[in-house]
């Protein structure tokens, strides 16, 4: 499978019922996996930025020698349609950690996707077939189940990424083309950027970095100074497709979130309203509601501009798909929106994310 650069993206605004998304001219992001999965990433602005943090911790040698047996390698394979009608096999390589002592392995969700086997090898050279528990392309992230001895069992403890400080020392370790077990270094080179999901939904505060990350690294884990995960290595952004020292992890509150849900159901559940933003993000200003959805069935209209969710005040697009993911499918909330100058209150129920 080829990774693909696709040509320069319109910048629009999409919240809880597609992606926002955005690329600079002549430049390509690209899945951290031989896949021919395509995202993308945009800046986002934020008051409460956390300032730059000191270098203290532990060396890079010591984090490998505590972290190292619990990363392992992911082999997939899987049937795809080819242009005659037809399918045919292919093939990818990604990275993942050991997450609980139960064989619970997280990675990527587009490591895994459409996978027909998925083999995972640990640090002593030992190769285990693995089953896909759940995956979740809206975070794309995914739980795997080894059947392996607790002997090659070394869990690695996640970290709490809201105490990330760009400037932060990090260490990414992985299987970049193939190649287990090698650990790059670097810093938080920026917070709270916001991926594109494979499902074209955005994964809010990924952490960037400039540690080397490149295809297979995908699914692999960020550490930081202290031996914890803080991040999942999911993309780059590169001209050539390779490692241009600007990589993205996904936050660690988020895999705790989501893997939770994937083990205990198999898939984890999103809020959502249904409405897509128009590219100004100085307001959350409807520019298309989605026919049967929570907005659509509350009276919500093209050009209406949301101010106000579940008693959270609302400036923005950050703003509302903030509200929306701190909430759960089937709550009830209230949105005041301003039409013609007029404010207007509803009440409705969310729903639950598409796939």
Do not use: C
Request: neutral net charge; glycine residues 12%; hydrophobic residues 35%.
């Amino acid at each position: 499978m080829q990774i693909r650069r696709s040509s320069l993206l319109t910048l629009t605004a999409a919240v809880a019922a597609g992606a926002l998304i955005g690329a600079g001219g002549g430049v390509g992001t690209y899945a951290a996996l031989s896949g021919n999965s395509k995202t993308v990433v945009r800046q986002v602005n934020v008051g409460d930025s956390q300032p730059a943090a000191s270098t203290s911790g532990l060396s890079v040698n010591s984090i490998y020698k505590r972290t190292n047996r619990g990363v392992v390698e992911v082999k997939v394979n899987s049937q795809a349609s080819d242009p005659l009608g037809g399918t045919q096999s292919q093939s990818a390589e990604g990275s993942g950690f050991v997450y609980d002592t139960n064989g619970h392995v997280i990675t990527n969700q587009h490591v895994v996707d459409n996978a027909t086997s998925v083999r995972v090898t640990f640090w002593n050279g030992q190769t285990y077939g693995a089953t896909v528990v759940g995956s979740d392309p809206s975070t794309d992230l995914a739980v795997l189940k080894v059947d392996a001895p607790s002997s090659v069992l070394y869990p690695l403890t996640l970290g709490d990424s809201s105490k990330v400080q760009v400037g932060d020392m990090v260490v990414a370790i992985g299987a970049p083309f193939g190649l287990a077990e090698t650990v790059t270094a670097g810093i938080v080179s920026a917070l709270h950027r916001e991926m594109t999901s494979p499902n074209q939904f955005a994964i809010d505060d990924s952490i960037q970095t400039d540690a080397a990350i490149n295809h297979g690294n995908s699914g692999g884990p960020l550490l930081d100074a202290q031996a914890h995960v803080i991040g999942v290595n999911a993309q780059i952004e590169s001209d050539s497709g390779g490692s241009d020292g600007v990589g993205f992890a996904i936050p660690a509150n988020t895999i705790r979130s989501i893997a939770s849900q994937l083990i205990s159901n198999g898939k984890a559940q999103h809020a959502f309203l249904g409405v897509e933003l128009g590219s100004n993000n100085a307001s959350a200003r409807v520019a298309s509601v989605r026919s049967g959805t929570p907005a659509a069935k509350a009276g919500l209209r093209t050009g209406d501009v949301i101010v106000s969710l579940g008693g959270t005040k609302i400036s923005s697009a950050d703003d509302l798909r903030s509200a929306i993911s701190s909430r759960k499918p089937g709550d009830r909330v209230s949105v005041t929106y301003v039409r013609n100058g007029k404010r207007h209150t509803v009440t409705l129920t969310l729903g639950s994310r598409p796939s």
